[in-house]
């Protein structure tokens, strides 16, 4: 047992509120309200990653001037309602349930485990508040991997699950997988890590909460994905109505699946502000955005592929382990996911697929850009390795393998159709805009000089929304409402559940609305981020673009309609011979019939129609996905590792992709940049490290590299809009494409580059000092075959 003064874990020599707010990089909205009364809140968090909690003692934090209070986990219990994770609460995770507090009570489980708040009358006070709670630890062993995690005699991270098996080891299979095993030419193993990295958005976590005692209604102004789903946590915390609660949202600074819903910290916040009657405030520094706020995609496969001899991929059969951290947010729900997406565009013919989700000492599992990527690697990593094997271009066993695109479509072995899926076409594509063949010739140049070039290619789809679903199977995020009115100024104002934080809706909706009711770009509003005001949403999955694009197509459609039917009887026309152009209604051909849509909207509400007369310009517009269909493409990415330093540059990177129609070209490639972007990173530079012991390495940007200007290529987007499948909503969503698919096109384009060393790759983190560990255990492995090496060291010698 040790006595720890607990100090709000950092990482790094960072104390004030001001350097901090530099370092979280903390949202303007949230940052910039001043309420009058406020109070600031930080919490005293663990610096073991496994440990019993045995006694806190906060009184020489309560007797600090400026210090109004402390709340410890115990404190906290007593006021708020057990119950998980607000997006697990709605997506239904299943499998065993952890049972734990709002902040730690019994015991902490992971380095920075909230286990008191400390809420004072400025930031600076509630830092110094921290510094004075006294907590009692006992340790226990970390359980810092899910290899420890497996193991049966580990000490369990949740006592009422027993072990550390969040979720079960379950096995599906489709198609006859004995019988396709069988029958092959050829069966290869391999065993693939995904490591893990996390979202790190420009803004981390922040919010304020503000109880009024008169009215028994709380606010909270919070960065979020979803107010909706932020006031379903809340209020079940609080165990109030949802109506008691409301949630406000402005501009937020990213979030990449981080923010949906409301964290640990926030719903502590918000039940300080109910207990105190005041509004309370917390931004996280970013320390604690890297160490607590979540983490994703720790996750391990073995393989093992059945294929022919020409290069036909058969079948797969796939174990997965996933490490889900500490506290259960998203981490279970994944393997499913990936099962459902593994056979992607290609022809496969069977698959069997198991999964075991573990917890461990580590930072929650949460949504990040793209949550089942983890399909796209392994499968687009298989595929280049039987490449290898079989003497086969890495295009050639694509276009070998991949789906025709037949009417009826083809069918995923998993159950999904391909409708409408183009892989062939942007794999053609790329093949007329890389000149594969000039490239393999600079390529046999230049390693005869010392320099290592290689190309990669890989394919993803991505359901953005996906294909039309059985009709009630998509739970509450099967479809999209909107409310869209007419203002008395002539605005045409659209109230969506939509959270925008950095996707563009803003511009993107009004540009549909403006189109199809047929005013100026200008003369549309776009209301967001109030729980009161907008309907049901949530911003994420790629499926804005479909299904609020849709939504707002048809909205603005019925609500011109009805505007159309107003305007007639104030120009004594036929509803039928009326348009809209430019913010004018007029009969066709006589544009002297003008009148401003203002006008209209203003004698509906005049009052001056009868009863029998519908003059109230607003619809409830509600879309359910039309045909939906796939984002997806193909990218390529040429490279240069300097097999000195083990840094890679990437040299050129093309994308080829088709998301439907554009709606607005530069958010669309901006999208696609972005993920590229971050996708490029987390081969390259980003990881969470965690040491033996659970201790967080990566809590500082001195230690979690980020990639820079200098990092990223110039990269070239080629659109394809080939397919359209829907009467009149033809766009689909672009917003994870680029992170799932670029890991494996560049991985894949490192490997060809050290074919001359015979390197295999089967991991997806390669920063240069595992470049050079992957090198030289290859030179150790096959002392045969040393010569390119010795080569290049004969060269640099001379």
Not at 159 to 165: D, R, T
Not at 667 to 692: F, H, M, P, T
Request: proline share 5%; charged share 20%.
């Amino acid at each position: 047992m040790t006595q720890i003064a607990a100090q709000r874990y950092t990482g790094s020599s960072v104390k004030r509120s001001e350097d901090l707010r530099i370092l979280a990089g903390a949202g303007r909205y949230v940052d910039d309200i001043k309420l009058p009364g406020m109070l600031h809140a930080a919490f005293v968090r663990s610096p073991l990653a496994h440990g019993r909690v045995l006694a806190v003692d906060a009184s020489a934090a309560r007797s600090l001037p400026g210090v109004v209070a402390v709340l410890t986990g115990a404190d906290l219990d007593d006021m708020t309602v057990r119950g998980p994770d607000p997006l697990l609460a709605m997506m239904g995770g299943g499998g065993p349930t952890a049972e734990y507090s709002l902040l730690a009570t019994d015991k902490v489980r992971l380095v920075g485990d909230p286990v008191a708040v400390v809420i004072a009358e400025s930031r600076y006070l509630a830092e110094d508040g921290c510094e004075l709670v006294d907590v009692d630890y006992q340790d226990l062993p970390a359980v810092a991997s899910a290899t420890a995690a497996l193991d049966a005699s580990s000490t369990p991270v949740f006592a009422n699950l027993g072990n550390n098996i969040i979720g079960p080891h379950k096995r599906s299979e489709f198609g006859d997988v004995a019988g396709t095993f069988a029958a092959a030419d050829r069966i290869a193993e391999f065993h693939l890590d995904v490591h893990r990295h996390q979202n790190v958005p420009m803004e981390g976590r922040g919010c304020i909460a503000s109880y009024d005692s008169d009215s028994g209604l709380l606010t909270m102004y919070a960065a979020t994905q979803s107010v909706h789903i932020t006031r379903m946590g809340v209020a079940a915390c609080l165990g109030v109505a949802p109506e008691r609660v409301r949630v406000l949202a402005g501009d937020i600074g990213g979030s990449f699946g981080l923010k949906i819903g409301a964290s640990r910290e926030e719903l502590a916040v918000a039940a300080a502000s109910r207990a105190l009657g005041r509004p309370v405030k917390w931004v996280e520094d970013r320390s604690e955005n890297l160490t607590v706020s979540g983490q994703a995609r720790e996750e391990s496969f073995d393989v093992r592929a059945a294929v022919s001899d020409d290069g036909d991929l058969l079948g797969l059969d796939v174990s997965m382990v996933i490490d889900t951290g500490a506290y259960p947010v998203m981490g279970s729900m994944v393997p499913s996911i990936i099962e459902a997406m593994l056979p992607g565009p290609y022809k496969l013919a069977a698959l069997g697929f198991e999964s075991t989700a573990v917890v461990t000492n580590k930072a929650s599992y949460i949504a990040y850009r793209g949550p089942w990527a983890s399909e796209t690697f392994v499968r687009e990593r298989v595929l280049d390795l039987l490449a290898k094997d079989l003497g086969l271009d890495p295009f050639e066993i694509r276009l070998r393998n991949v789906a025709p695109r037949t009417s009826p479509p083809a069918m995923m072995v998993t159950g999904r159709p391909l409708t409408g899926v183009t892989t062939r076409e942007s794999l053609e594509r790329l093949t007329q805009v890389v000149d594969v063949p000039a490239f393999r010739r600079r390529q046999a140049a230049e390693r005869a000089r010392g320099r290592y070039l290689g190309i990669g290619v890989a394919t993803f789809i991505e359901a953005a929304p996906g294909p039309r679903a059985p009709e009630g199977s998509g739970g509450a995020l099967g479809q999209e409402s909107m409310r869209l009115r007419l203002a008395e100024d002539g605005i045409v104002m659209l109230f969506t559940g939509q959270m925008p934080h950095g996707q563009g809706h803003q511009t993107t909706l009004a540009q549909i609305a403006a189109d199809e009711f047929g005013v100026p770009f200008e003369q549309v509003r776009v209301v967001i981020g109030d729980s009161d005001v907008v309907p049901f949403g949530l911003t994420g999955g790629s499926r804005s673009a479909t299904m609020t694009g849709g939504v707002t197509l048809h909205g603005a459609r019925q609500l011109k309609a009805k505007v159309l039917d107003v305007a007639a009887l104030l120009i004594e026309a036929s509803a039928q011979d009326l348009e809209i152009t430019d913010g004018q209604v007029a009969v066709r051909g006589d544009p002297d019939s003008a009148i401003p849509v203002a006008e209209v909207a203003r004698q509906a509400a005049s009052g001056r129609f009868g009863a029998d007369v519908d003059a109230t310009l607003e619809v409830e517009a509600t879309f359910d996905g039309g045909e939906g269909g796939w984002s997806g493409g193909s990218h390529c990415a040429i490279v240069e590792v300097d097999v000195e330093t083990g840094i890679v540059k990437v040299e050129r990177y093309v994308a080829a992709e088709d998301c439907g129609a554009l709606i607005n070209p530069a958010v669309v490639e901006g999208q696609i940049r972005g993920g590229i972007a971050q996708g490029i990173g987390a081969v390259l530079l980003e990881r969470s490290a965690y040491d033996q012991d659970g201790n967080y390495q990566s809590a500082t940007f001195m230690d979690y590299l980020l990639p820079t200007a200098c990092d990223i290529p110039r990269m070239e987007i080629e659109h394809l809009q080939t397919v359209p499948l829907d009467a009149d909503v033809n766009f689909r969503g672009v917003g994870e494409g680029g992170m799932i698919v670029a890991p494996p096109t560049l991985v894949n384009a490192i490997e060809d580059a050290l074919a001359p060393f015979g390197v295999r790759i089967y991991e997806q983190h390669l920063p240069p000092a595992r470049i050079l560990e992957l090198i030289a255990q290859q030179a150790d492995d096959d002392a045969d075959k040393p010569v390119a090496l010795a080569e290049r060291r004969s060269r640099s010698a001379a």
